[in-house]
Structures are given as structure tokens and as C-alpha cells.
């Protein structure tokens, strides 16, 4: 689903991603791991479209898109959640949703049951403002409407920071259920060690920058792949 070769991206004069290559398919997870500062919320945004990258390609079913803006990027497939969220704290839960409409055809502008299955508190706060709930579920407001676009690559950046524990084992169950449909990709990146380390099919691991790890879950050792995430 998503192939992505020698990316390079800068902020001004500050080189902060370094010929990073990854790979991430369909029913799989893809772990983006590392200390704080390497650069995973920027190569999520660099894949989603909201920072232009400097050099290398990305490409989503095979075609490179890595010069698409992210509103088309959206279109095409690529479902963000940022870190922080980013939902809309005047509008209600309702009205958050119905912003993930602007991806899909008209005939489509319809909140799918299944995303109140996922998140069943999302159907009793309906009415209620976004930034009256509280940040466990707001993050599931944020996932919810990254759904809403039908995504076939979904980003998720840090979505256990801040949560309560019994909404980070909900969060989880939904990623596994995602990724059991099999008809995405998900790229998570992630602090939480055990969480991610459950979660993930392969590992990606980011220093200053560059990879100094990529390897499948039973190709590397849980003691192995600690010490190169940890500070």
C-alpha cells in the first residue's frame, strides 16, 4: 500500500529526515518508534501532505503522490491523526464527523454505523461540543473521523499521550479490528512500549532522523528492540 524510498525533509536550513525508506501493507501494522526529537511526527506529516518533503518518493498503491497536497492526499486515501487531535472544540462530535465528508463523493456523506460501533460513546455525545470531552475521548473522535474518509493508509501519531488507561486497551482493540479487515495499512507511531510492541507487525525504528531499524516482530527480539527506542 504505501512504499516510501530515500525521503529527505528539511525546516528551513535543518535537515530533519534522512534517506528514510519504509514500507507498510494492507491488514498490517507499522510501527514508527524512537526517542522524542528523531523525527516520526514529521515523516507522518511529510507521508499526509502538510510538510512538502525535499527529496525521495512516496507512493500509495504504487503511484508516487509525494508532491500532492494533503487535501488530495486525503482523497486518495491517506486518513491523519494528529498528535493533539485537532478536533474542532466549538462544533459538536456530530459536526466534527461530517468534516471527514469533504473527502467523499456526495452520495457518500453519511456517518457509516460501524464507526458508532468502534466508538459507542461518539453516539451518546453527539450534541456535545468537542472540547467538552475529555482527551481520552476526543482522541477516539479524532480516529472516528479519519474513518469517516474511508482511508486505505491511516496515520496515527502518539495516540495513547494523555489517555487513560482504560481508553488506551479500547484504543488498541480498535487498531487490531482495523487491521483484521484487512483493507488498510496503518502506520502508528508511538512512546508506549508495550503497547506498541503488541500492536505492531513490523518495527521501524528512527535515530536523528535516519532508520537504524527496520525488521518484521519475529525477526527481532522485544530485549533487542527496547534499548533503541529508550532514552
Known amino acids: 500500500?504505501?512504499?516510501?524510498?530515500?525521503?529527505?525533509?528539511?525546516?528551513?536550513?535543518?535537515?530533519?529526515?534522512?534517506?528514510?525508506?519504509?514500507?507498510?501493507?494492507?491488514?498490517?501494522?507499522?510501527?514508527?518508534?524512537?526517542?522524542?526529537?528523531?523525527?516520526?511526527?514529521?515523516?507522518?506529516?511529510?507521508i499526509a501532505g502538510t510538510h512538502l518533503p525535499s527529496g525521495g518518493t512516496v507512493r500509495l498503491e504504487g503511484a508516487a503522490v509525494e508532491?500532492?497536497?494533503?487535501?488530495?492526499?486525503?482523497?486518495?486515501?491517506i486518513g491523519y491523526v494528529p498528535q493533539g487531535?485537532?478536533?474542532?472544540?466549538?462544533?459538536?462530535?456530530?459536526e466534527n464527523l461530517e468534516t471527514g465528508?469533504?473527502?467523499?463523493?456526495?452520495?457518500?456523506h453519511r456517518i457509516p454505523d460501524h464507526v458508532y460501533e468502534l466508538f459507542p460513546v461518539l453516539r451518546d455525545m453527539q450534541h456535545r461540543r468537542g472540547g467538552d470531552l475529555s482527551g481520552g475521548q476526543q482522541q477516539q473522535l479524532a480516529i472516528a473521523r479519519a474513518?469517516?474518509?474511508?482511508?486505505?493508509?491511516?496515520?496515527?501519531?502518539?495516540?495513547?499521550?494523555?489517555?487513560?488507561?482504560?481508553?488506551?486497551?479500547?484504543?488498541?482493540?480498535?487498531?487490531?479490528?482495523?487491521?483484521?479487515?484487512?483493507?488498510?495499512?496503518?502506520?502508528?507511531?508511538?512512546?508506549?512500549?508495550?503497547?506498541?510492541?503488541?500492536?505492531a507487525d513490523r518495527f521501524v525504528v528512527l535515530r536523528r532522523g535516519a532508520v537504524i531499524e527496520d525488521a518484521r516482530k519475529g525477526a527481532i527480539a522485544k530485549e533487542a528492540l527496547l534499548p533503541l527506542v529508550s532514552v
Open 101 to 108: 465528508f469533504a473527502c467523499l463523493p456526495r452520495p457518500e
Open 147 to 199: 474513518l469517516i474518509t474511508r482511508p486505505k493508509l491511516l496515520l496515527l501519531d502518539e495516540p495513547t499521550e494523555g489517555i487513560q488507561p482504560n481508553i488506551i486497551q479500547h484504543i488498541g482493540e480498535v487498531i487490531r479490528l482495523l487491521r483484521e479487515r484487512g483493507d488498510m495499512a496503518i502506520v502508528l507511531v508511538e512512546q508506549y512500549f508495550d503497547f506498541a510492541y503488541d500492536l
Open 1 to 46: 500500500m504505501l512504499t516510501i524510498d530515500n525521503l529527505t525533509l528539511h525546516y528551513g536550513k535543518s535537515q530533519i529526515l534522512h534517506d528514510v525508506s519504509l514500507t507498510a501493507a494492507l491488514g498490517e501494522v507499522t510501527c514508527v518508534m524512537g526517542t522524542n526529537g528523531v523525527g516520526k511526527t514529521s515523516l507522518l506529516k511529510a
Open 85 to 94: 487531535r485537532d478536533i474542532f472544540p466549538l462544533m459538536t462530535v456530530t
Open 67 to 77: 508532491r500532492l497536497p494533503a487535501h488530495r492526499l486525503a482523497r486518495r486515501g
